[in-house]
């Protein structure tokens, strides 16, 4: 088979990726370049284009995994989407509701949150150490 018809399946490959993004066809068509490079300079037979073609494949497809896998990635600050009570983890506040038995409230920036911990006076500066649900889980600092 002749090296311009690999050329000519990695550049289709190549385009059809662009148009649908996503879909590996990209590690495949690098397969099919490397594939038509290799028959251009070595005059390999079909079987050998086919092996050349599977192993570069192959190995472009395994490179591939890997840089999808960095590219997609979260964000650390995407992590924590929706899940306001994870960030609020060593936050510091003031105790706005004196904690008896165990309860009470705390303010963290410019909300009240309910509280759970030693008992403490109002005013007393808290660190909140864990969240339980929607209730801190604080101690005094």
């Avoid at 289709?12 to 290799?38: D, F, K, N, S």
């Avoid at 999808?68 to 936050?91: D, F, K, S, V």
């Avoid at 759970?116 to 649900?133: C, H, K, N, Y």
């Amino acid at each position: 088979m002749s090296p311009w018809v690999w050329a000519i399946s990695a550049l289709v490959l190549a385009i059809v990726e662009l148009h649908t993004p996503g879909i590996y066809l990209i590690w495949l068509a690098l397969g099919g370049a490397l594939t038509a490079a290799a028959s251009f300079l070595f005059p390999l037979r079909l079987e050998g284009q086919l092996i050349t073609f599977a192993v570069a494949a192959a190995l472009s497809c395994f490179f591939g995994h890997f840089v999808y896998r960095r590219m997609m990635r979260p964000a650390p600050r995407a992590q924590a989407l929706n899940e306001r009570g994870r960030e609020m983890i060593g936050t510091h506040g003031t105790v706005c509701e004196a904690l008896r038995n165990g309860q009470g409230k705390v303010r963290l920036g410019d909300s009240v949150w309910l509280a759970e911990g030693p008992d403490l006076e109002t005013g007393t500066p808290i660190v909140v150490r864990s969240m339980r649900g929607t209730t801190a889980v604080v101690e005094k600092t």
